[in-house]
């Protein structure tokens, strides 16, 4: 399988604690995106890495949440003390310098 | 800053008759337009995409889009609808800067009546 892989692909938790979700993505793309797509709603970007320079970051990224990328190949995203709020579908994508994005399946996180 | 309205967020159509999607865009720059479908517990999938070459944009399983300046619309189409083609549908907006990020509509749902 060659697409952009997500784990796990549902989550659940609990209030208050910290989950982290992985996102590999196509091997020769040099850009991972992460988006967040509540119920009813369109995706919203998060945050972006060029290789393994986080280089944007959306207002919606507050302080709980933190992405890395080392070494520029796979990427995780933390959400500490997670609040009901935070319960989405989070959605990962890489793309070869902006063209061609690949979307993943998904991780659905339910905070109860 | 750009935007994206699809004016739907729900279109009901019978299996074998035309389906209409619509959006209307507002970016800055010259964006690239981007239509994906959701089917359920499935990924977005690139239906297809305006990048300033032609305004009508052939994509796959018989969609086709036409971008319309003038009216600043993106609208979706298909001649015969198929039972298959139920899906949540997005309309998408890139700037073609920086981050090249996507910014999306809210979805249009089909629904195919047999």
């Known amino acids: 399988d060659t697409g952009v892989s997500q784990n796990p692909r549902h989550k659940i938790t609990k209030r208050g604690q910290n989950v982290t979700f992985r996102c590999d993505p196509i091997s020769e793309h040099n850009r991972l995106y992460w988006y967040r797509q509540t119920l009813g709603q369109g995706p919203e970007f998060l945050t972006y890495f060029q290789n393994e320079a986080q280089l944007e970051k959306s207002r919606l990224l507050s302080d709980r949440f933190s992405a890395e990328r080392p070494k520029g190949s796979f990427s995780t995203l933390e959400i500490q003390r997670t609040e009901q709020g935070d319960s989405a579908m989070y959605l990962c994508?890489?793309?070869?310098?902006?063209?061609?994005?690949?979307f993943g399946s998904g991780t659905r996180l339910t905070v109860v | 800053a750009q935007s994206v309205t699809q004016l739907d967020s729900h279109v009901s159509v019978s299996e074998g008759t035309p389906v209409l999607l619509r959006c209307n865009y507002s970016s800055s720059y010259s964006p690239s337009l981007f239509w994906y479908v959701q089917h359920p517990n499935k990924g977005l999938q690139l239906l297809l995409k305006y990048t300033s070459a032609a305004t009508l944009v052939k994509g796959i399983n018989g969609f086709e889009a036409e971008f319309k300046k003038s009216e600043t619309s993106f609208h979706l189409t298909k001649p015969s609808a198929h039972m298959s083609d139920a899906a949540e549908y997005f309309c998408?907006?890139?700037?073609?800067?920086?981050?090249?990020?996507?910014?999306f509509g809210q979805g249009t749902r089909l629904t195919i009546n047999p």
């Open positions: 994508a890489s793309s070869f310098t902006g063209y061609g994005y690949t």
């Open positions: 998408v907006v890139s700037d073609n800067q920086g981050a090249q990020k996507l910014v």
